[in-house]
């Protein structure tokens, strides 16, 4: 019994056949209806079986035959409504001649006064019965006929029920070719569904399915582009590992290997070097262990809240932090921005790019050399740039150093190669850009960011100051 309680695409159609079936059922009920009401009074079956009456009656010019053939019509019409079905009384006859002189009367309407309008039916009420009575004339004859009806519903009713068995007659064949297609239609789905359910979970390769319907060809193109992005994202992950493995093999080796020098030596001067190169191997595989989970977070996250914040601000905390490092190789770190900058994003995303941008300039600058940070407004968004003085990158990797482990080729620095792929994906996930160019001396490097957003015209006029370098040292 559960699964006739299942949702099912075929019972769904089937359904909506017979909901088509119902309303064009009670469309059809409803025009009969209204086309009985508009022309019941000149041309419903009353009037015309009253017009025959008088066509037949127009040859005979006795009394008696005149009077006879009316109780004939009255008995064959009852006796056929009789066979048709529950219908409310008989219809009553009324015949008279021009002198007004009653030749024949039903017995229900015997001693009442039927009175019409002439070649027209209307609708009135006799011996507590209602009826629609037509009245008409002849040369010699006045005929008065009426047919007992029970008002508006017992009407709609039978209508209803005189196109209910065609309806009921009609449904199995056109619901047994719908039904048909529907199944048909939805057999690439199981067929479909059967392959992927057998594929393991390793497998994925394209599916290869001949969708054979139109309709099923975007739910196949989807499919198969999701399997190509997890194909994708499978093929990153595993050289995401693999690289990651190789980066830290070298400083495990070297801690390893200091480790054994400070365990088996005993001269002083050999133990402070391996102690110095463990703590720098130690250095090196927690910023890399640090990236990694860095980029790890952002796999896949979702982004988080924005707040309004100084952007200015924040910026300066972070050239402060990278001052250290800048002084003890003389470098200059300058910000290019107004007082105060407000502007809405989410703060973690911002704070990993431009630590990023600010860590790979102070370790590739040559001493002596200079970091320039601007910050400005535009009317689409935010922009930062970080521009230095160092040997720069060749413009056929400008693209590359955006990957996983990239080094540039020319670098003598040690890095994990981590810092801008985790900067441009921070980037992605603000929805903004980060693109690299060289600088304008045509020496050093060009970070530039572009960070989309706006802001409510308050903050932007409370914030809008005139803009001044400022010097971070």
């Not at 050399?369 to 003085?389: F, H, K, N, P």
């Amino acid at each position: 019994m559960m699964w006739l309680l299942r949702r099912s695409l075929v019972r769904r159609v089937a359904l909506s056949v017979l909901i088509a079936f119902s309303l064009a059922w009670g469309a059809l009920v409803i025009y009969m209806f209204m086309s009985f009401s508009m022309n019941m009074n000149t041309d419903s079956s009353v009037v015309r079986a009253g017009r025959e009456i008088n066509t037949a009656l127009a040859g005979i010019e006795n009394d008696e035959v005149a009077a006879g053939v009316m109780d004939a019509m009255g008995r064959i019409i009852n006796e056929l409504r009789r066979l048709e079905g529950d219908l409310p009384g008989n219809v009553v006859f009324q015949l008279k001649n021009h002198e007004g002189r009653l030749l024949y009367v039903s017995p229900e309407v015997e001693g009442l006064v039927l009175s019409g309008e002439h070649d027209k039916m209307v609708d009135v009420t006799l011996g507590g019965q209602r009826y629609w009575l037509y009245e008409g004339s002849s040369e010699r004859w006045r005929v008065w006929l009426g047919e007992p009806h029970s008002g508006i519903p017992w009407l709609i009713g039978l209508f209803g029920s005189s196109l209910f068995l065609p309806f009921l007659i009609a449904f199995p064949f056109v619901l047994a070719p719908v039904w048909i297609a529907a199944a048909q239609g939805i057999k690439p789905l199981r067929q479909l569904g059967e392959r992927i359910k057998l594929r393991s979970a390793e497998d994925l390769s394209p599916l290869g399915f001949d969708p054979k319907y139109a309709e099923l060809e975007p739910l196949l193109k989807a499919l198969e582009g999701l399997l190509a992005q997890l194909r994708g994202k499978v093929e990153r992950e595993r050289s995401f590992v693999n690289d990651a493995a190789h980066e830290l093999r070298t400083p495990l080796a070297v801690i390893g290997a200091q480790a054994h020098v400070l365990s088996r030596s005993t001269d002083p001067q050999e133990r402070q070097g391996a102690a110095q190169h463990l703590a720098h191997a130690i250095a090196r595989g927690s910023h890399l262990i640090q990236q990694l989970l860095e980029m790890a977070t952002m796999d896949g996250a979702e982004r988080p809240e924005t707040q309004f914040v100084d952007v200015a601000e924040l910026t300066r905390r972070h050239l402060a932090q990278a001052a250290r490092d800048a002084d003890q190789r003389r470098l200059e770190l300058m910000l290019e921005s107004s007082d105060s900058l407000v502007f809405e994003l989410p703060v973690p995303l911002f704070e990993s790019v431009l630590r990023n941008l600010l860590d790979n300039a102070v370790k590739y600058v040559e001493t002596g050399g200079q970091v320039v940070v601007t910050l400005r407004r535009e009317a689409q968004g935010l922009v930062l740039s970080v521009v230095d003085s160092g040997p720069g990158i060749p413009v056929e990797e400008h693209e590359l150093v955006f990957e996983r482990f990239h080094r540039g080729s020319a670098t003598l620095a040690q890095g994990t190669g981590l810092g801008l792929s985790i900067a441009r994906q921070a980037c992605q996930r603000m929805g903004g850009t980060i693109g690299l160019a060289q600088a304008p001396g045509g020496r050093g490097c060009a970070f530039t960011v572009f960070i989309p957003g706006g802001q409510p015209a308050a903050v932007a006029a409370a914030t809008a100051t005139s803009s001044r370098p400022a010097c971070a040292r």
